[in-house]
T-cell receptor, first 111, second 117 residues
Framework: GEDVEQSLFLSVREGDSSVINCTYT??????LYWYKQEPGAGLQLLTY?????DMKQDQRLTVLLNKKDKHLSLRIADTQTGDSAIYFC???????????FGSGTRLQVQP | GAVVSQHPSWVICKSGTSVKIECRSL??????MFWYRQFPKQSLMLMAT?????????EQGVEKDKFLINHASLTLSTLTVTSAHPEDSSFYIC?????????????FGPGTRLTVT
């Protein structure tokens, strides 16, 4: 079955860039997503990328996809304390479109 | 993005009772809704896929008679946890899938925290 892996923790200083990495195993993954979850809250869709794209930029967020290595990354420029949260990578395949989530990366931004 | 609401946001119930959780898509029609469960400090695990007007499809290991799902309209799906036990205590999150050319987008509700005593 599908498997999505992420590192568990990342700590950065305010103003620096953050890079959160994700790897997946299903070569037929069609859509890849990044979600943000703040404590006690649901998931907020940050951005997504189709498997036929290499890069997508949306304001402070840049997503890079290396389909050959099945590697996805999320770069947050000028990281702020409000960016502290858990970031989930997720993928979906085909028509069913249910998401398979990674374990989440806890981003801690130090002032 | 589209908005999905859940009600209640937090519920405490006694062991053996049943609890109903509602998931509504507020500004879009969701022909497909998904129910996930999240244990503390863990990722989301898909429980079932709910299609409007048809029976839900449950993931392996999820008891369909215990977790009853009804998707009666394009904007409402309900999850009923029957005969709840303490091990059912968890964070339940629903999501709605967009329609048409946005059907790759999935919008999540704020979650319902269930505590069974």
């Amino acid at each position: 079955g599908e498997d999505v892996e992420q590192s568990l923790f990342l700590s950065v200083r305010e103003g620096d860039s953050s890079v959160i990495n994700c790897t997946y195993t299903d070569s037929s993954s069609t859509y890849l997503y990044w979600y943000k979850q703040e404590p006690g809250a649901g998931l907020q869709l940050l951005t997504y990328i189709f498997s036929n794209m290499d890069m997508k930029q949306d304001q402070r967020l840049t997503v890079l996809l290396n389909k050959k290595d099945k590697h996805l990354s999320l770069r947050i420029a000028d990281t702020q304390t409000g960016d502290s949260a858990i970031y989930f990578c997720a993928e979906s395949t085909g028509g069913r479109r249910a998401l398979t989530f990674g374990s989440g990366t806890r981003l801690q931004v130090q002032p | 993005g589209a908005v999905v609401s859940q009600h209640p946001s937090w519920v405490i119930c006694k062991s053996g009772t049943s609890v109903k959780i509602e998931c509504r898509s507020l500004d879009f029609q969701a022909t497909t809704m998904f129910w996930y469960r999240q244990f503390p400090k863990q990722s989301l695990m898909l429980m079932a896929t709910s299609n409007e007007g048809s029976k839900a499809t449950y993931e392996q290991g999820v008891e369909k008679d215990k977790f009853l799902i009804n998707h009666a309209s394009l904007t409402l799906s309900t999850l009923t946890v029957t005969s709840a036990h303490p091990e059912d205590s968890s964070f339940y999150i629903c999501s709605g899938r967009g329609a048409g050319d946005r059907n790759y987008e999935q919008y999540f509700g704020p979650g319902t925290r269930l505590t069974v005593t």
